[in-house]
């Protein structure tokens, strides 16, 4: 019923007295997320939100059995986060800050290979399995509902506006992947449909893209393989070359990136590209059965 | 973040790469005595363009009075849209010939790729595949002698060039991952007397890592007004439209602008007022919109993290403080979405739930500006 | 007929064009090593005692199928040398130079353990396999013989001594391995008697320890699997404590790695211990069947 | 190499972490100096010995003349065998608590290993295993901060002491590994007001890995013998026995003395002539070996890189030059026998061809010259 994340999964939260880790881990909670910990170095012995906060991920690992972590701490201190995740025997680790220096990125994304662990982001929204009731990230939780369409984004609120739009549709999702903004990120395209192949909840895939890097052009090739159609929806026709739009990976450089060569690719290999975000949920309710 | 050439051959230079003796010219007299320390100087235009040579960024003098001619002509120059400041002289190089060297990272391989051509001096882009060769960095291992060797040897070299260009694979690896480069390159690494010689270079810095490097020289080639709103913390493009565009989120900032250019109207810039921001810097950023005098201002706003409401209030905000005297349409979806739109509506504003209607609606109050 | 070297490795010399590298080259195919390639940068092309030489493993790999390496570089730049040989392929890399900082070996045993590559030595005479006619080393060729008898042991020339005094006592060799004198080397006792467990033409093995570190203590336990009687012979009885006995890695430090602690451990699993080196031959027979 | 105390925390206070202060005293003026500067002070002798304090090697001093009283009673002083040449002074710290912490080589487990604990103060071979928390290093990943924090926490540290030793882990993984070290240790760790100190400290260097670090300050704590032999490039250790030993390997060299003990005699040395040495330093170590006035020396060889007839050269050429005034035992077999054999039959020296007949010669011989 869903990818990656499901409803055994048990979370822990690094950086769970912070601002942010305090409020999302409310609203993971409140998704019905099994948030068991959180870590807080020698904040030990406290608890957020109901939540036990430990010294570190061992501790954490050891008392509540966690498999999954999601990091909050600021970019400085995101890189030692996700070691202490991945070498504690973590397996999923959702990574929710930007400006992560991109060569803590690859560090932290080679040890993972390395590890066998899964690495979502940095700089993403999380993942939600609407069908498990449980989250990973600081997406809104109201605007997904459980159904058969698998998303995966680089970008944060244009794939809640095509989430949202899906879910008025009353197309819902098995699972949504963010990516992440990034230059260098744990998933790509590929890793990512890979999942969505072998879920048999998952019945069409939206792919939300944009400008920058050559992900969507790697990934079209494999959209043979996928076996279920594809929606592509890309950002940035309008954005200029050599300007960063926002995301740090976002930009088109010495001629790569250009959404045309994306566009392209995808529709090569049997994608529905459509052109603007409102177009999505058409698209996709063409592709499902009719009930 | 880019670097300029004097900069990029600085870095270089303190990690042992041979570079040729220069220095800053900011003065037609610096000119002329650059030319007396150096003899004969290439005259470069410190810009962050390509193709600089070709555009007439770089000249030569011979003579004291030509080092002073020259520079008098390239101080204060337009180079493809940049004012030249300032040049940096170098001693004129016999070069035999021209190889290519660069580090960067692959975001595919996710890795770092060190990328060498014997057919330097030319835009890599504009190098055919066969003549690159590309060797992907293991992070876990870094760049050892050895593999500095197996470029020199995939390109051929041999003899002195052979252990020269091995050693600076090494050196080249070391400034990109110990200055936190997105990329570093040799073009040309020219061949002079039988050595290695960085004949031009750039150097391109990680944003995200300049905290690392409190040393960094801080180079913003952008606008004014993309300086202030980078300022405010806000990713900011300047673009050559007319209608204003804030949205929360870069890629909904995207489309956004996406959005506009389908109805035929022309956005006038790229911003992300983030996916939380609260009212002060909305209401900041709105204010520099204002002050861009565009036909129209399209706010669009889907409310996750953001708070419909807190969008509504810098808005009032701003139309209570500065004034909004240009049409404004808003979209206002999601997290207290009501609260929002009750708050604008009391203040005579229509907020749009559709984001295909707010942009038509912008593009045609943009044309009836006209 | 041997264990981890046989008639088949293909193996490259690396540092073939300095003195010693171009004289056990020379030694090396005078005994029967299939040696196939050598490596100098800059001066591939050329040929040493017929092996033709190559800028690169990498270029020697693709040229020759190479699988063994063994390195003869000054130590500054051995661990170049061994990440060279491991990052293309070469699956045994036998380190022969002595003084290479600790800190590098650590690392070539790290890699080597994360790509499963084995690692002889630093500072060791080497590998050979009397029966299978090649070796990978400095020893003499002559004070061999083929036989039953798997000799693994801390020091070179001591080894010398005892496989000739079993060559003159018509007990011949399996292979001999030289562990290396460093404090830190790619085998243990364990891994090297994992591999004489497993190879039919040994049935019976020397150690040759000494004093120093715990390899012998954690080598004891071992024994009980091991199914093959043990002779053992350790050496350093007379030194005395925190004194560097010439093997970087022969020192008792804070009362650990003496003599004493060894041989008891040794004995505790059922190993023959002996206290003079000329008294292995004789305690060798007595644990072979006699014919 | 041993490095003394306070050249251990001058590398402890480069990495930042909190050393007393402290300064070198030499003579009784300096010490009366240091109590000016320093206030009441610990006069700690440095010399490379465990049990210093027990020894008498750590005093006390409250006023000017206590510090140059205590001073010249220490300086030149006999502390197990080695000569107090010099003193570090250092405010005298009020103790609340002594934790442990070193980072060394585990040699089995072939990685670095952090050992810390709350019963600090005392040798850590004297502490229950228990009570030591030991932590493996991945080389391929290093200490991270987390690695820190995991140390501290399961040493049960809280509040800023946790934050502190965390901290402190990391910087003393780095000295051992940009150091090259083989043992890196702060014991006892002091806390004084409520944060840690390193009041005492031992770093040991890799001597193969000095090559890497020219500014190390050399320590050679041998004997005038032992300095002249490593000089050579030789390994050498003194020993009280009366048979001087010279042995191709270090195995070799072991064992031999093994032998002559077996045989009830006491061998003097322990000289490891290399695996494959030439006639140069093989005669120069011998020259050594006479220069000892031995009772006997016993040169065993076993020739594989190493040839017998350069082993007898070297022989010849001492006894020629400098002469062999007691008796030598030779045991050759190996590479090139028959030649070196015949070379020393010559000049009327019999060699053995077994091991345990010529350390058992040599036994017999040492004591007959008794």
Avoid at chain 1, 152 to 165: D, K, N, Q, W
Avoid at chain 2, 5 to 10: F, H, I, M
Avoid at chain 2, 124 to 138: G, S
Wanted: proline content about 5%; aromatic content about 6%.
């Amino acid at each position: 019923m869903s990818i990656l994340l499901n409803r055994d999964s048990r979370i822990i939260v690094q950086g769970i007295t912070g601002n942010q880790g305090r409020f999302h881990t409310r609203q993971m909670l409140a998704y019905g997320s099994q948030v068991v910990g959180g870590i807080s170095p020698t904040k030990g012995g406290q608890q957020i939100e109901g939540v036990p906060v430990f010294d570190t991920v061992h501790e954490a690992v050891t008392a509540t059995g966690a498999d999954a972590s999601i990091v909050f701490v600021p970019a400085p201190f995101a890189k030692d986060a996700a070691f202490e995740a991945m070498e504690n025997g973590i397996r999923l680790v959702v990574m929710i800050p930007e400006h992560i220096p991109v060569q803590d990125s690859i560090d932290i994304v080679a040890r993972a290979k390395a590890l066998g662990v899964t690495v979502i982001g940095p700089n993403t929204f999380g993942i939600i399995s609407p069908g498990e009731q449980t989250k990973m990230g600081i997406m809104p939780n109201h605007i997904y509902r459980s159904g058969p369409v698998g998303v995966v984004a680089r970008s944060g609120t244009l794939s809640y506006e095509i989430a949202f739009s899906l879910t008025n549709a009353n197309l819902g999702q098995s699972t949504v992947v963010g990516m992440g903004g990034d230059p260098v990120v744990g998933q790509t395209f590929i890793t990512v449909l890979e999942h969505f192949r072998n879920d048999p909840a998952t019945t069409c895939v939206v792919m939300v893209g944009e400008i920058g890097g050559s992900a969507e052009e790697e990934a079209a090739e494999y959209l043979e393989t996928l076996g279920k159609p594809v929606v592509a929806y890309l950002a940035g026709r309008a954005a200029p070359a050599g300007k960063r739009m926002g995301h740090a990976g976002a930009i088109i450089e010495r001629g790569k990136g250009t959404l045309e060569s994306k566009e392209k690719a995808l529709r090569a290999h049997g994608a529905e590209v459509v052109t603007m975000p409102w177009q999505v949920a058409e698209a996709v309710r063409g592709m499902l059965p009719s009930k | 973040m880019k670097q300029y050439e004097y900069l990029a051959k600085g870095a270089l230079k303190a990690y042992g790469i041979p570079i040729p003796a220069g220095q800053l010219v900011s003065t037609p007299e610096e000119g002329a005595q650059a030319v007396a320390s150096l003899g004969p100087v290439a005259l470069k235009a410190q810009v962050l363009v390509g193709g600089r040579g070709k555009a007439g960024g770089i000249r030569f003098a011979q003579t004291q009075q030509e080092g002073y001619d020259v520079a008098k002509a390239m101080i204060g120059m337009d180079l493809k849209g940049y004012r030249v400041d300032r040049l940096y002289a170098e001693t004129k190089l016999a070069i035999e010939r021209e190889l290519y060297i660069s580090v960067t990272t692959d975001r595919n391989a996710k890795r770092p790729l060190v990328m060498a051509s014997l057919a330097g001096g030319v835009e890599i882009e504009d190098v055919a595949d066969d003549q690159i060769v590309k060797a992907y960095v293991d992070p876990e291992v870094g760049v050892l002698p050895y593999f500095g060797r197996e470029v020199a040897s995939a390109l051929g070299l041999e003899g002195t060039i052979f252990k020269e260009f091995a050693d600076l694979v090494v050196k080249l690896y070391r400034i990109y991952r110990e200055k936190d480069a997105e990329l570093v390159e040799i073009n040309p690494l020219a061949v002079v007397d039988g050595h290695l010689v960085a004949a031009d270079a750039r150097l391109n810095l990680d944003d995200s890592a300049l905290y690392r490097h409190p040393d960094t020289t801080i180079v913003d080639e952008g606008s004014a007004l993309e300086r202030k709103v980078h300022e405010i913390g806000l990713a900011y493009v300047e673009l050559d439209g007319d209608i204003a565009v804030m949205a929360n989120g870069a890629g909904m900032a995207m489309a956004t602008l996406d959005a506009i250019q389908y109805f035929g109207g022309r956005p006038a810039n790229f911003l992300d007022a983030g996916g939380g921001a609260s009212v002060g810097p909305t209401a900041e950023a709105l204010d520099v919109l204002v002050s861009m005098k565009p036909k129209a201002i399209l706010v669009n706003i889907f409310g996750g993290i953001t708070r419909c409401d807190d969008v509504a209030a810098a808005i009032l905000q701003v139309k209570k403080t500065s004034g909004i005297p240009v049409p404004l349409v808003v979209r206002l979806v999601g997290t207290n979405e009501q609260e929002g739109v009750a708050l604008l509506k009391a203040a005579g504003i229509e907020a749009y739930s559709e984001m295909a209607e707010a942009a038509e609606q912008a593009v045609r109050l943009a044309k009836e500006a006209l």
